[in-house]
């Protein structure tokens, strides 16, 4: 079955920190590039991180220093590590896998962050 499948949210401290997981299934994991995307309540999804194949890294501003994406192709999963959260990342955060005309979601891990 083509999936992914997101894990490790949660409700967490600010200041606290939390490592998301993003399984893939059913692909060739390691041609895709792989994203994190999270959507807060009345907002927009947005762009949170980017992996590509070739392992370069993007980050948005708001994840820049804080937030750190990796991908191990062995176990066909990627990992989004949160540090320094605040509430204002409260969302709930996506993986995106992208190659060619193929592209994935997973249903989405919840992350809340209480002041």
């Known amino acids: 079955q083509v999936q992914l499948v997101e894990s490790g949210g949660g409700l967490v401290q600010a200041g606290g920190s939390l490592r998301l997981s993003c399984v893939a299934s059913g692909i060739i994991f390691r041609i895709y590039d792989l994203s994190w995307y999270r959507q807060a309540p009345g907002k927009q999804r947005e762009l949170v991180a980017t992996?590509?194949?070739?392992?370069?890294?993007y980050y948005a501003d708001s994840a820049k220093g804080r937030f750190t994406v990796s991908r191990d192709n062995r176990k066909d999963t990627g990992y989004l590590h949160l540090a320094s959260l605040t509430p204002e990342d409260t969302a709930v955060y996506y993986c995106h896998a992208n190659y060619s005309t193929s592209k994935l979601w997973g249903p989405g891990t919840q992350v809340t962050v209480s002041s």
């Open positions: 992996i590509t194949d070739t392992d370069t890294i």
